[in-house]
């Protein structure tokens, strides 16, 4: 069908995007892995040799990079568990017959939309203040003692605007989901009087599925990489510092080229790790 | 879809709905309020929800001491800019993978893709090291190459499924008519694309907008877009609520607006074409 006129010209439609694509993968990635290696502190000397492993394994040995992962872990695993469970159940909501239903799925979108940098320090300091904050005002009302969210949950308050900037992003996928669901098959499990909650467990989740695989990974990948969220409030201090925040501050704050690059390499093969379970979903979906 | 259901019903339905909708917008609303109250009123106690003297001094005090209209100028050129030249870029390689496939097709999709994978942090100093070099930091055109990269996947992948759904057959009867290569892009592809490009438009103008880690770590004064101006209130000086707010609805307004239009291409964008 196609000519090999058509051949050539559809290699060369192509080749620009491929091409920077290749070096913007290539090029940094050879550097990074160059720096890996070295001893490299562009303030104090410069480039100061080969020095082998050596930055991998302080990298790993410090004392900042366990509990790093162990805050990478809880913020991730966190705002999973709280969007994909809040994300099913208002997909549910929203999938019901219900009045100004473009309204409400409009409100419960527009989350998606706030710049990172704008929800984070609304959050901060409107409602998170223990002195000016709602959340401060509304523990007075209620004649409790206004909780300094950030030093003393730092954790729970990062997962809490982490997870309302990504539930809009989950609810929406799993909305999408629910509504190519065949409502013939619900309608007869309703008339054999299956339960709410069968129904629920028998067709509805496993419907959901392939949609909650691909939101976990998608997401996986986008929160290993917060960063505008833990920059503008807590500057990774109060144990909020993230693999990501590690890394950052190895490479830019304490110019320590070698140690950071090196701990970038382990971050690159983390994402990769997640990576391939999204990409052999999403190219399953290209055979079909 | 249209399940029978008592009116009763779906006024419950009704209730929660909105009740947990305006709960996930209240942040939203409640800055946009706050923007329209003097400093003093933004922290009254208790809080203060309609009843207040409304006033636009935040808007003008924003500008005025900020010079605003810099950073949104920025964010616009940042954001547009890699979004159009990412399409003029993935447009035909998009058309020519969508109509001659080839054995590779796939792998080069999915191989984009991956590059869409690797975690900024990890190329953080390449980049910082690589701007330096070519003068390029704090200034528009890096950080709109370096948008335009990290997007073009999406782009590629948001276009291709779109012109997969243009129908081959209609090309294959323009090829049997004898049209050329070029009067099948201009006068068949253009019009049955332009809405996919469109919706691809729009969403990555979204994500440009909104980017939030080169942005910060690539600019300084000069090129520094909305993202990088909003956070420097994170260290501020006296009262800013109320500046803080109407700095915040004035960049986020914009997007929200043509984010309601593109709700749908959201996820196909964001889940390359694995839902729909």
């Known amino acids: 069908m196609a000519t090999q006129h058509s051949r050539s010209a559809a290699r060369i439609m192509m080749a620009p995007a491929v091409v920077l694509l290749l070096g913007w993968m290539l090029i940094p990635l050879t550097m990074t892995l160059y720096f890996s290696f070295k001893k490299f502190l562009p303030l104090r000397g410069g480039d100061l040799g080969w020095v082998g492993f050596d930055n991998y394994v302080r990298f790993v040995s410090s004392s900042a990079f366990w509990p790093s992962v162990q805050t990478t872990l809880i913020i991730v695993g966190g705002v999973l568990l709280i969007t994909v469970m809040l994300g099913v159940l208002l997909a549910i909501l929203l999938d019901q017959p219900l009045w100004g239903?473009?309204?409400?799925?409009?409100l419960v979108i527009a989350p998606f939309f706030v710049m990172p940098t704008v929800s984070a320090l609304v959050w901060k300091n409107m409602f998170m203040d223990p002195v000016n904050g709602l959340f401060a005002h509304l523990w007075k009302f209620f004649g409790a003692?206004?909780?300094?969210?950030?030093?003393?949950?730092?954790?729970?308050?990062?997962?809490?605007?982490?997870?309302?900037?990504?539930?809009p992003f989950a609810t929406l996928i799993l909305l999408t989901a629910i509504q190519s669901l065949d409502s013939e098959q619900l309608e007869a499990s309703e008339m054999d009087g299956a339960p709410p909650l069968a129904r629920f467990g028998f067709i509805i989740l496993p419907h959901l599925s392939r949609a909650i695989t691909i939101v976990v990974l998608i997401q996986t990948i986008f929160l290993l990489a917060v960063f505008a969220e833990i920059f503008v409030t807590t500057q990774g201090s109060f144990g909020t510092r993230t693999l990501t925040y590690l890394i950052f501050q190895r490479v830019l704050e304490s110019q320590n080229v070698g140690l950071g690059s090196a701990g970038g390499v382990y971050a690159i093969i983390l994402a990769n790790i997640v990576a391939i379970f999204l990409m052999r979903i999403v190219g399953k979906n290209l055979d079909s | 879809m249209a399940r029978a259901v008592t009116n009763r019903r779906k006024a419950l339905n009704t209730l929660v709905?909105?009740?947990?909708?305006?709960?996930?917008?209240?942040?939203?609303?409640?800055?946009?309020?706050?923007?329209f109250k003097t400093e003093a009123q933004a922290i009254n106690d208790p809080p203060l929800f309609l009843f207040f003297d409304w006033t636009l001094e935040n808007y003008a005090v924003v500008q005025e001491r900020s010079d605003y209209m810099r950073f949104l100028w920025n964010s616009v050129i940042i954001a547009g800019g890699s979004t159009v030249i990412g399409i003029i870029i993935a447009v035909p390689a998009a058309w020519s993978m969508a109509f001659v496939p080839s054995k590779r097709t796939k792998d080069i999709l999915l191989w984009m893709l991956s590059t869409k994978m690797l975690p900024a942090v990890g190329v953080l100093y390449p980049i910082y090291l690589l701007f330096i070099e070519l003068g390029l930091l704090d200034t528009r055109i890096g950080l709109t190459i370096v948008l335009m990269l990290i997007n073009l996947p999406i782009i590629v992948w948001m276009l291709y499924t779109y012109f997969k759904e243009i129908p081959g057959e209609i090309l294959e009867a323009a090829r049997m008519d004898g049209a050329a290569l070029k009067e099948e892009i201009l006068y068949i592809l253009t019009p049955m694309a332009v809405p996919g490009i469109a919706s691809t438009l729009l969403l990555n103008i979204i994500l440009a907008w909104n980017e939030a880690f080169w942005t910060l770590n690539l600019t300084a004064a000069k090129a520094a877009p909305l993202t990088a101006f909003i956070a420097s209130y994170s260290s501020p000086e006296g009262l800013f609520y109320a500046k803080?707010?109407?700095?915040?609805?004035?960049?986020?307004?914009?997007?929200?607006?043509?984010?309601w239009f593109s709700q749908k291409q959201l996820v196909r964008g964001l889940t390359f074409g694995a839902v729909k």
Not at chain 1, 101 to 106: A, K
């Open chain 2, 17 to 35: 709905a909105w009740s947990v909708g305006l709960l996930i917008f209240f942040p939203i609303l409640w800055t946009i309020l706050t923007s």
């Open chain 2, 244 to 259: 803080l707010s109407a700095a915040s609805t004035m960049a986020i307004a914009p997007i929200l607006i043509l984010g």
């Open chain 1, 145 to 167: 003692q206004p909780v300094e969210w950030l030093s003393d949950a730092p954790l729970f308050s990062i997962i809490l605007i982490v997870s309302w900037q990504w539930l």
């Open chain 1, 101 to 106: 239903q473009g309204i409400v799925r409009i």
